[in-house]
């Protein structure tokens, strides 16, 4: 390495980013948490320009005239259109950097992925990185991230598990002695709830209600198993399928419930694939432990109760499920040999 570019290392900082589906968010060591916003760009597709990122792109979504579309560039947690998210993650490192005590032109940046994507899919990512204005780009493994920044013991010789439930996917990880030894990842996720709420209302209740409104529904008073404290009801307004008039409803925690039967399932199946292909030695470390629960969608009411009588396995929701990734991300920057094993190009 030369003078010049020793100089440069100790002067430019790092950044983390946790590029998810649903959020990203960035974050700098010594300074934490500079920017957490949806993964949403809004497109003036008459000229062919971002016309703006994030929340002010979000708002937009539902009201937006012909020639603007709203895009969320990822998909099931990886790139889905190559050009948006270089222009989103270039947009939000401009903008993190903006909040930054020391102005950093090309930062190093440590950005996760999920587990089990294709060699070329880890390749466009780090490639929008670069593009989006990084020095060097060191990618690791969303629930390999989201262990570290919960506090798991990944480098000992024990066991943890990881379930994180984000928007687009379903992250299930074992990780013992700084690896990943097992790893599932499925497509279903927060998004496929917001569908089966939407369809499991309009059977019901003969209401057509958007996949805003079937989230915000979800999140207010859905839950996986009946509510302990009392279940929730909620009025929710759709257009009538039968008359295309806007009608109100009263709906209950049990509507939530049914509609998201088949999609939780799903999920319960995969951890249980997982652990069948768990060491003996390691699931018994896991049953010790518990299991990690994170990510937005890992936030559902009483989801940890009901894994848990589902799994017999202690189930624990991370009380920081939002932003275990991206604080595990700027951990591995501190940490030499997490980089070492991220995926990058020397
Ligand atoms: P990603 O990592 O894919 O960007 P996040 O971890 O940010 O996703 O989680 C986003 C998902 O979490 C969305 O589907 C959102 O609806 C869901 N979510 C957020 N809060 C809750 C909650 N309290 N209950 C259920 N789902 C939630
Ligand atoms: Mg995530």
């Not at 998810?20 to 968010?25: E, K, R």
């Not at 207010?220 to 307004?237: H, V």
């Not at 009263?250 to 999609?263: L, M, N």
């Not at 799903?266 to 049953?287: C, M, Q, S």
Request: with cysteine.
């Amino acid at each position: 390495m030369s003078f010049l570019d020793n100089l440069f290392n100790q002067w430019s900082c790092d950044m983390a980013i946790d590029l998810g589906t649903a959020n990203t968010l960035v974050a700098i060591p010594g300074e934490g948490i500079v920017l957490n916003e949806p993964s949403v760009v809004a497109i003036d597709s008459d000229a062919n320009r971002v016309l703006s990122v994030g929340t002010e792109a979000r708002e937009m979504i539902g009201r937006n005239p012909g020639n603007i579309s709203v895009e969320k560039p990822l998909a099931d947690g990886v790139i889905a259109d190559y050009d948006v998210t270089e222009a989103m993650l270039s947009y939000f490192i401009q903008k993190a950097n903006r909040r930054t005590r020391f102005y950093q032109p090309k930062p190093r940046i440590v950005i996760c992925i999920p587990c089990g994507v294709t060699s070329v899919e880890k390749r466009a990512v780090f490639e929008a990185t670069i593009q989006a204005g990084a020095r060097q780009a060191f990618l690791i493994e969303e629930p390999m991230a989201a262990a570290i920044g919960a506090g798991l013991p990944v480098e000992e010789p024990t066991g943890s598990m990881v379930v994180d439930i984000g928007g687009g996917t379903t992250e299930i990880a074992v990780i013992s002695l700084g690896g990943i030894v097992t790893s599932n990842s499925l497509r279903i996720a927060g998004n496929e709830f917001d569908e089966a709420v939407a369809r499991h209302i309009r059977e019901v209740y003969g209401l057509n209600i958007g996949v805003r409104t079937a989230e915000d529904i979800k999140i207010a008073i859905g839950s996986a198993m009946p509510i302990s404290t009392g279940e929730l009801d909620m009025e929710i307004s759709g257009r009538d399928l039968a008359t295309n008039l806007p009608r109100s409803e009263i709906i209950q925690s049990e509507d939530v419930r049914e509609g998201i039967r088949a999609p939780l399932q799903e999920i319960l199946i995969a951890i249980k694939e997982t652990f069948l292909e768990t060491d003996p030695d390691l699931a018994g470390d896991i049953i010790r432990n518990g299991v990690l629960l994170t990510g937005g969608g890992g936030m559902m009411k009483m989801l940890d109760i009901y894994l848990t009588n589902e799994l017999e396995v202690p189930v624990y929701a991370s009380d920081t499920a939002f932003t275990n990734v991206v604080v595990g991300c700027v951990r591995a920057l501190e940490n030499p040999i997490a980089l070492q094993r991220s995926y990058t190009q020397r």
